[in-house]
């Protein structure tokens, strides 16, 4: 009986890992699995760890103590993974719930082997991951209905204060795109957006409960979604008068699995906009738009000259030169400005003029305050060390998209003397095209004698040792690459980070 419970105890003990996994995971169901897969394909020694510590769990039932050296095998395994992490457990009432569902789930399995069959205590460390996968699928449905009294709540406040409201969506681009039309939009309203990355009903909720005053004219909500039905249900809640589509791309393929399936999830934002804003660059988002036209009023965006499109925003002249002027398109009518250095793609601002336009921005207001519209955290933030070093910060989100144009800017700043030296664990849930996009990025990013890539961790090491081998250097960490590129980098160089996953990856 005591080896029961000291493998009972043990593996309880394992369990904060995989809790700190969840919460970082953001609770959805399965994503435990899908991390431990993530670091089996990593690191296929992995599999055989894992594999031991099945055969030595299993061998307690004819050598009892093989459960508690089982147990202690476990709280290591994966191998590499931190226990605690740069980021450690927050005990919120979210997390208290789950782990009292998986203690229960935990007692009970230990009640039964303990009467039934005490030579199984070995099966403990072997169910943690499915138990805790059980506690997290028992609780989604639940956390999802205790969310709803918040949800009417914000319901209610938007009814009360009743600001027009501007929903933003897409693959990419949904933040840098949301704060620069606020920016905008507060040159003739008082405009409220949804902060950070709180796209789902809860952030979204909590914006509106928290923040929306008497007096707000416009709430611009940032919309997410893993899947079919997320969007349709957050417009339920905060009905928008105009809708954008930043752009339709790989970010959700994991999840998602087809390109079909994206379009139909982001396009669940368009039916109760009575206007909608749509970057005609991506295909199908072009289709939607002529076919929309007829019952909505539809602002088309590109970030191609010559497109007709009612807004055009296209790059300088000249890439070389820091702050260049780029043109603006608006209904056939062409203006200069200078955007800021830290402004990202050119379709993200020209959406943003596509939504001020929507709820009545004058032209003139719009082209005046574009020369100051904020850069994104996080997002191609350049900023120069005092040695004069040149270091970029795109860690937030990575996407295809972006880390090309964050390259660009990165070997702009170097000019034609300086270095860049990429820093990057590449990109993740980009689903059957994760190994293609992150060898195209690699190839980028070592192609030339001024380049050099560094690799961090092992998720996507062998897709990003496509790059050219004489330039590419693989770290276990993001702070070796970082003391090893800052170190060798001289005045004019460049140093880009380029993602920056989680700890729990691999």
Same mark, same amino acid.
């Given at each position: 009986?005591?080896?029961? #419970?000291?493998?009972?105890? #043990? ?20 994503? #435990? ?13 992995? +599999? ?35 226990? $605690? ?8 009432? =979210? ?49 999802? /209905? ?20 501007? +929903? ?19 040159? =003739? ?11 789902? &009903? ?58 079909? $399936? ?40 590109? /970030? ?17 030169? *820091? ?34 336009? +929507? ?11 574009? &020369? ?9 933030? /350049? ?14 989100? *990575? ?10 800017? &990165? ?10 030296? $990429? ?6 849930? #980009? ?13 980028? /990013?070592?192609? *030339? ?58």
């Amino acid at each position: 009986m005591w080896i029961v #419970l000291v493998t009972s105890a #043990l593996t309880l003990v394992s369990y904060y890992r995989w809790l700190r996994v969840a919460q970082r995971e953001h609770y959805e169901p399965t994503r #435990l699995f899908a991390i431990e897969w993530i670091w089996i394909k990593a690191r296929p020694v992995e +599999a055989i760890l894992l594999g031991a510590v099945v055969v030595v769990c299993l061998a307690s039932f004819v050598l009892p103590y093989g459960a508690i050296v089982g147990a202690l095998l476990f709280l290591g395994w994966p191998v590499g993974m931190s226990f $605690t992490g740069a980021k450690r457990l927050v005990w919120t009432d =979210r997390v208290k719930r789950l782990a009292g569902v998986l203690f229960v789930l935990h007692a009970v399995v230990t009640v039964v082997i303990a009467l039934v069959a005490p030579v199984a205590a070995g099966l403990l460390p072997i169910l943690a991951v499915p138990l805790a996968e059980a506690a997290l699928a028992i609780m989604w449905p639940i956390e999802k /209905a205790m969310a709803k009294k918040w949800q009417v709540q914000a319901a209610a406040t938007i009814r009360k204060v009743d600001p027009r409201i501007v +929903a933003i969506t897409g693959s990419y681009g949904k933040t840098s795109t949301k704060n620069y039309a606020t920016h905008l939009m507060q040159g =003739r309203w008082s405009t409220l957006a949804s902060p950070a990355s709180f796209n789902n &009903a809860m952030g979204l909720s909590r914006a509106v409960n928290d923040r929306l005053q008497p007096g707000t004219d416009i709430f611009v909500a940032e919309m997410g979604t893993y899947g079919p039905g997320e969007i349709a249900e957050l417009t339920e809640i905060f009905p928008p008068e105009v809708a954008a589509i930043t752009t339709i791309g790989e970010a959700h393929l994991e999840r998602m699995k087809s390109r079909e $399936t994206i379009v139909k999830a982001k396009s669940e934002i368009l039916p109760k906009a009575s206007t909608v804003v749509l970057n005609i660059d991506v295909p199908e988002l072009a289709l939607i738009a002529e076919n929309l036209r007829a019952s909505k009023r539809v602002i088309a965006c590109s /970030a191609i000259p010559g497109t007709a499109a009612e807004v055009i925003v296209a790059d300088g002249t000249d890439p070389t030169v *820091s702050g260049s002027a780029s043109t603006i398109t608006i209904n056939n009518e062409t203006y200069a400005v200078e955007l800021p250095d830290e402004v990202g793609h050119p379709i993200n601002v020209a959406i943003a003029v596509g939504l001020a336009l +929507a709820v009545e921005v004058p032209i003139e207001t719009i082209t005046q305050r574009l &020369a100051s519209i904020p850069g994104t955290p996080h997002r191609a933030e /350049a900023n120069k060390t005092p040695g004069g070093v040149w270091v970029v910060d795109d860690t937030f989100n *990575s996407n295809p998209t972006g880390a090309a144009a964050a390259l660009a800017k &990165a070997k702009r700043l170097a000019g034609e003397s300086g270095t860049v030296w $990429t820093i990057t664990p590449g990109m993740v849930e #980009l689903g059957t095209e994760q190994a293609a996009r992150n060898v195209e990025f690699a190839q980028a /990013a070592t192609a *030339s004698d001024k380049m050099r890539l560094c690799i961090v961790g092992r998720t996507n090491r062998k897709a990003l040792r496509a790059g050219e081998p004489a330039r590419t250097i693989a770290f276990e960490s993001r702070k070796a690459a970082a003391d090893h590129a800052l170190t060798a980098a001289k005045e004019g160089d460049v140093v880009l980070y380029e993602n920056d996953l989680p700890d729990h990856y691999a």
